[in-house]
């Protein structure tokens, strides 16, 4: 699903216009990228749970040449899905 049509479907579902369904999604993800860079996570009741982890330095390959690179340690977004979001798509 694209962007633009997860703001068609808030439109239709809400009768929002689609610009107005369009400033809901991107403050909401605003707010989400906010508070993840801010306190590392970010539940939401019913859905799951965003979390900040640390990935460790390790070696990889390069595809092309099948040589062995080093990559950087970085901080990566899981998303843990809640017991109700895991029971609706079961």
């Not at 749970?49 to 040449?65: D, L, S």
């Amino acid at each position: 699903m694209t962007k633009a049509e997860l703001i068609t479907g808030m439109a239709k579902s809400t009768g929002l216009t689609k610009a107005d369904s369009e400033r809901a999604l991107n403050s909401f993800l605003a707010i989400v990228k906010s508070t993840i860079k801010k306190e590392g996570k970010l539940p939401l009741a019913g859905f799951g749970t965003f979390v900040v982890v640390n990935r460790k330095a390790r070696t990889g390959r390069n595809p092309q040449t099948g040589k062995p690179i080093q990559i950087k340690a970085s901080k990566v977004v899981r998303f843990r899905p809640g017991k109700e979001f895991k029971e609706s798509i079961a």
